[in-house]
C-alpha cells in the first residue's frame, strides 16, 4: 500500500513537470512556438508612422498625328530678320496666336550672300540662284531648265498653283505691275512654264492665279497639292504702305485675315500644312523666320536651333511630295523632319 502511494504521487509529479514543459521540434525554433502570444498591432500611433507622401504623376497627354502630309501652302513674307519679328508688338497674330499652336525654327537663314530677292525665290524652286544676284523680269533672267520643283510635281501627277495678289489671271504674269512683282513668283521664270516668255501661255495662265481665288478654291475643294502663296509688297511685309505706314503691322494683320481661311479648310484638316516664312533678311542671312501649322506638326510652341537654309524647305518639300532627284543644294540640306511628329 505504501509503495502504491509513493508510486501515485510520482505519477502526479511527472505530470506536472511535463504539463509545465514545451516540446521544441528540431524544425522549430522557441519563437515560432510562441507566434500566437504576440500582439501585431493593425495601425501605428500616429507619431511612429512615417510621414511619405504619395509620388506626384503629371498626366501625359499623348500627341495623335493626322492623316500623312498631303497637301502644302507655303506664305512667303518679305526682307525682315526673326529678330525682327519675335517679340515684337507689331506682330500680335504672329507671335500670340501662330506660335504658340505652331512649330518654327530659330536658326533658318537665306542661302549665304544670296540677296537680293528674285535669287531666293530661285532657290526655293531649284536650290541654286542661277548666278543671278538680281530682281530683273524673266526677260532677262529666264531658264532652260526643266530640273525644278514644279516640274517635277507636274510629271508626278501633283497639281500645283502659284496664287499671287496683284494678278488678274488674264495673262502669264511676267512683268512689274502695280504691287506685283515677278521677282517673288519664281515660277515665271522657267521656259516649261511659260512657255519661253509668251504672255498667252496656257499652262502658265491655268497655273498661275489671283490669290482671291484660293478661298473660293478651299471652298469647293479644288485647291492643288502644291500652293505657293505671295501677298503683294503692302501685304508681305515688302514696304510700308498707308494706312498703316508700318511694314510688320501690315504682315501681321493680312496673315491675321488669311491663315484662318487655310486652317478652317478641309485640305488643311485632311494632310494639310502651311509653311510661312521670309525671303531674306535684309542686310544679313538671318536667321529668318520658319512657321510649320499642320496636325502632323509637334506644335505647342516648340522651336529648335538646327541649322536650316531655304534648302532645307525645298528637301522637305520634295520629301513630302515624294519627287527626285534633290535639287541643287537641297540634296545636302537638313530637312524640316524635326518639327513634326510624323514625316513625311
Not at 69 to 91: D, Q, R
Not at 121 to 128: I, N
Not at 235 to 256: E, F, T
Not at 295 to 311: F, K, P
Amino acid at each position: 500500500m505504501l509503495k502504491f502511494i509513493r508510486l501515485l504521487a510520482l505519477l502526479l509529479l511527472l505530470g506536472l513537470i511535463t504539463g509545465g514543459c514545451t516540446t521544441i521540434s528540431p524544425l522549430q525554433t522557441p519563437a515560432a512556438t510562441q507566434t500566437e502570444s504576440i500582439h501585431t498591432p493593425t495601425s501605428l500611433p500616429a507619431y511612429m508612422t512615417p510621414a511619405i507622401s504619395a509620388p506626384t504623376v503629371t498626366p501625359v497627354t499623348p500627341v495623335t498625328p493626322g492623316p500623312a502630309n498631303k497637301t502644302v501652302f507655303l506664305i512667303m513674307m518679305e526682307n525682315h530678320s526673326w529678330a525682327s519679328i519675335l517679340g515684337n508688338a507689331n506682330a500680335p497674330y504672329i507671335n500670340k496666336t501662330l506660335l504658340p499652336m505652331a512649330s518654327y525654327a530659330q536658326q533658318y537663314y537665306n542661302p549665304p550672300g544670296n540677296h537680293p530677292s528674285l535669287p531666293n525665290y530661285l532657290w526655293l524652286e531649284a536650290g541654286t540662284n542661277f548666278g543671278i544676284y538680281n530682281d530683273g523680269t524673266p526677260y532677262a533672267n529666264h531658264q532652260s531648265t526643266s530640273m525644278h520643283l514644279v516640274t517635277l510635281l507636274n510629271r508626278a501627277g501633283i497639281t500645283w498653283k502659284s496664287y499671287q495678289e496683284g494678278i488678274d489671271g488674264t495673262i502669264c504674269p511676267l512683268n512689274y505691275q502695280g504691287l506685283y512683282g515677278p521677282k517673288h513668283n519664281p515660277m515665271v521664270y522657267f521656259d516649261d512654264v511659260t512657255g519661253t516668255n509668251n504672255l498667252h501661255s496656257p499652262y502658265c495662265i491655268a497655273h498661275e492665279r489671283p490669290y482671291s481665288e484660293l478661298a473660293t478654291d478651299l471652298q469647293k475643294q479644288t485647291a492643288a497639292r502644291y500652293n505657293f502663296i505671295t501677298p503683294d509688297t503692302c501685304d508681305d511685309m515688302h514696304s510700308n504702305c498707308s494706312p498703316p505706314n508700318n511694314a510688320i503691322l501690315q504682315g501681321d494683320s493680312w496673315l491675321a485675315q488669311q491663315v484662318p481661311i487655310i486652317l478652317n479648310s478641309q485640305e488643311y484638316k485632311n494632310g494639310g500644312v502651311l509653311f510661312i516664312t521670309w525671303d531674306e533678311s535684309e542686310g544679313n542671312d538671318g536667321p529668318i523666320g520658319m512657321i510649320v501649322l499642320s496636325h502632323n506638326a509637334r506644335g505647342g510652341g516648340y522651336s529648335n536651333s538646327i541649322h536650316y537654309t531655304h534648302s532645307s524647305l525645298l528637301r522637305t518639300l520634295e520629301e513630302i511630295f515624294g519627287v527626285s532627284p534633290l535639287l541643287g543644294d537641297a540634296a545636302h540640306a537638313t530637312d524640316l523632319r524635326d518639327l513634326f511628329i510624323a514625316f513625311p
